[in-house]
């Protein structure tokens, strides 16, 4: 909102006049949307990631119709200009209207053109609004719509912004393989439904967490070549209507060499126009990422649990103190932390599908909610991601005792046993165990032939967590 102190310069569009700050590039088209859709406080230029994108659409477009000789060279040359100047984050503070907005993505669209058409402008030496000279529709929106501009800026974006979340997935999976690592001798407890299951080692463990990560990363990058492909050039509603035939294979070649992004042109523009798939498939990957950070974050929970009442088979580094009423409590902070991104994440696929879903005839109108969850997902996930590998994965300390304590105390060293001795007679061993809290040792030797260094075969490191089978004619 205006101040009544702040000087105002007048500009018109086809609602009529309207005032504006003097010293927003931005005109009237763009007032308006600041003004209608007071809606999250988050504007658009939140995601700068998006605002290049657009400046990159914008300064291929200006190329194109340049070498097509629809646009003046000179005006052609100060809009490129200015898209590189919003490229690279000048006047980063333009792009106000908010990113739940109706209307398509228009308001974003006119938003960049009046910002590019007074930068020019002002690189010609002329004054903001002399659209006579460059105008916003006319000029920096040659041979373009909102309908072809906009998603493609979507998918550039979103191919310009997805590798830091895998790097961050890179980051944290090098992480739990160096943990992998080093607790690679760590003999321990495997469980299944909560309950005792078989032994393994705490780096088996730790690298199943790498290697889940690893297959996403790959995921990501698998899904990231839909976005590949898009419809700049088609305009309205795919036909190319207003664009010069040879446009569209050109605009889409400027925009490969000025973005530096592989692209092509959809097989048909009418359809690109309204599909939203590939944003659905992408958000499903992410929601997918999200599940399994989730369910790595509750087993980090769960293994440091405690440290005295819980299962405490590893240590966390305490981040800060943990209550405000409980002396020396130490929260899991940080996989709580990630717990909820990925609930927000998974959420936010919800809001993408349904808005994919909402698309009629030859537009889906509610892609600006799409763009905001899908950037959000991305960015929100490898803050967290980063954070969980900085802050608490590289810390992590195993407590060997304790995961000994549970694997000897248990019924999980009985499983090794079904090969030698059968599962009635296995199963009869592990009942005792239970009963008695006797060591399995003991009870081998007094209720089985067992030879004792079959046994110790039997219950060394190596035998309990790889595949070994043996046999023995001695075995009752």
């Known amino acids: 909102m205006l101040s009544s102190a702040e000087p105002t310069r007048r500009v018109q569009d086809m609602l009529g006049e309207i005032d504006i700050p003097v ?3 931005y005109g009237a088209q763009t007032a308006r949307a600041i003004s209608n859709f007071q809606i999250s406080g988050i504007p658009i230029g939140h995601y700068p990631v998006f605002i290049r994108a657009m400046a990159y659409v914008k300064k291929a477009a200006a190329l194109a ?3 097509l000789g629809d646009l003046d060279s000179s005006k052609g040359s100060a809009i490129v200009a200015a898209c590189d100047d919003i490229a690279d984050g000048i006047l980063a503070d333009q792009f106000n209207v908010d990113v739940f907005q109706g209307g398509a993505g228009t308001s974003t669209n006119m938003n960049l053109n009046e910002v590019i058409a007074n930068r020019a402008l002002e690189r010609l030496g002329l004054p903001k609004s002399r659209f006579d000279v460059i105008h916003p529709n006319n000029d920096v929106n040659l041979s373009q719509s909102t309908n072809d501009v906009y ?12 590798e830091t979340l895998v ?3 890179d980051e944290l999976a090098t992480a739990f393989e160096m943990k992998s690592a080093e607790f690679a001798d760590i003999l321990k407890l495997g469980r299944t439904q909560l309950q005792d299951a078989v032994p393994m080692t705490l780096g088996q463990e730790f690298k199943a967490f790498a290697v889940t990560l690893r297959e996403d990363i790959q995921r990501l990058t698998e899904m990231s070549c839909l976005l590949r492909e898009v419809n ?3 305009t309205a509603i795919g036909t190319g209507i207003t664009a010069d035939p040879r446009y569209a294979a050109l605009a889409v070649a400027k925009l490969r060499e000025v973005s530096g992004v592989d692209l092509k042109s959809a097989s048909d523009f009418v359809e690109a126009c309204w599909d939203t798939g590939a944003f659905v498939l992408f958000s499903g990957t992410l929601k997918r990422t999200a599940v399994k950070l989730s369910k790595v974050s509750n087993d980090l929970r769960l293994l440091s649990s405690g440290p005295r009442g819980g299962l405490g088979e590893i ?6 103190a943990g209550s405000s009423i409980m002396p020396g409590k130490v929260n899991p902070v940080i996989p709580e932390v990630v717990n909820q991104v990925a609930f927000q994440v998974i959420g936010s696929d919800l809001v993408v599908t349904l808005a994919a879903e909402a698309g009629q005839l030859q537009l889906n109108a509610m892609e600006p909610v799409i763009v905001f969850n899908l950037l959000q997902s991305i960015s929100i996930m490898a803050n967290a991601v980063r954070t969980l590998a900085s802050k608490c994965v590289v810390g992590i300390t195993a407590n060997e005792a304790r995961c000994r304590e549970h694997l000897e105390s248990g019924t999980a060293l009985a499983t090794a046993l079904t090969p030698l001795i059968g599962y009635e007679k296995a199963a009869e061993i592990a009942s005792e165990i239970l009963n008695s809290c006797r060591p399995i040792r003991g009870l081998l030797e007094e209720k089985t032939t067992l030879a004792s260094d079959l046994v110790d075969r039997v219950l060394d490191t190596k035998s309990l967590v790889t ?3 043996f ?3 001695t075995a009752e």
């Open 167 to 169: 790097s961050a997935l």
């Open 151 to 162: 998603p493609t800026a979507i998918r550039l974006a979103l191919l310009l912004s997805y």
């Open 315 to 320: 240590h966390l580094p305490p981040m800060q």
């Open 65 to 67: 119709n340049v070498e």
């Open 23 to 25: 010293a927003s590039y």
């Open 232 to 234: 700049l050039g088609g």
């Open 467 to 469: 595949p070994t089978r």
């Open 471 to 473: 046999r023995s004619p």
